[in-house]
C-alpha cells in the first residue's frame, strides 16, 4: 500500500506538455485562431499602407522628365506618364475610392454572414 502512493505521487510529480484540459501544448501558442487571426490582419495593414505611402513616391518617379544618352550621342528628354495634375489626383485618389468602397463591402458582408 506504501508503495502504491509513492507511484501515484511519482506520476503526478512529472511536468506535462499539455494543458490541464489535454488540448494543445503550451508552446504552440501560433497555433491558436486568435494570434493567427490578429497576426494576418496586421499583415494586411501594413501592406496597405505601405501601398499608400508606394504609390505617393512612385508617381513623382513616373511624371518626371528625364534625359536618355541614345548610342549615337543624342540626348532625349523623356517622360514615363505625360499626366497633368488632375490626372495624378485621380491615379492617387483611387485608392482611397477602392479603401472606401472595401470597408463598406466587408462591414456588409461581416454583418450578413458574421
Not at 500500500?1 to 510529480?13: F, I, K
Not at 494543458?19 to 485562431?33: A, C, I, K, L
Not at 496586421?42 to 513623382?60: E, H, K, S
Not at 532625349?76 to 485608392?95: I, P, R, T
Amino acid at each position: 500500500q506504501a508503495n502504491r502512493s509513492r507511484d501515484s505521487d511519482s506520476t503526478m510529480d512529472k511536468p506535462t506538455s499539455q494543458t490541464q484540459s489535454g488540448s494543445s501544448p503550451v508552446w504552440m501558442f501560433w497555433r491558436r485562431r486568435r494570434h493567427l487571426v490578429t497576426f494576418l490582419t496586421f499583415l494586411g495593414f501594413t501592406n496597405i499602407y505601405i501601398l499608400r505611402v508606394n504609390l505617393n513616391v512612385a508617381i513623382v518617379a513616373m511624371t518626371s522628365r528625364y534625359n536618355v544618352t541614345l548610342n549615337n550621342g543624342t540626348v532625349v528628354e523623356k517622360q514615363d506618364f505625360d499626366w497633368n495634375s488632375k490626372m495624378q489626383g485621380v491615379a492617387l485618389s483611387c485608392f482611397f475610392y477602392g479603401y472606401t468602397c472595401t470597408q463598406l463591402l466587408g462591414g456588409w458582408l461581416g454583418a450578413r454572414f458574421g
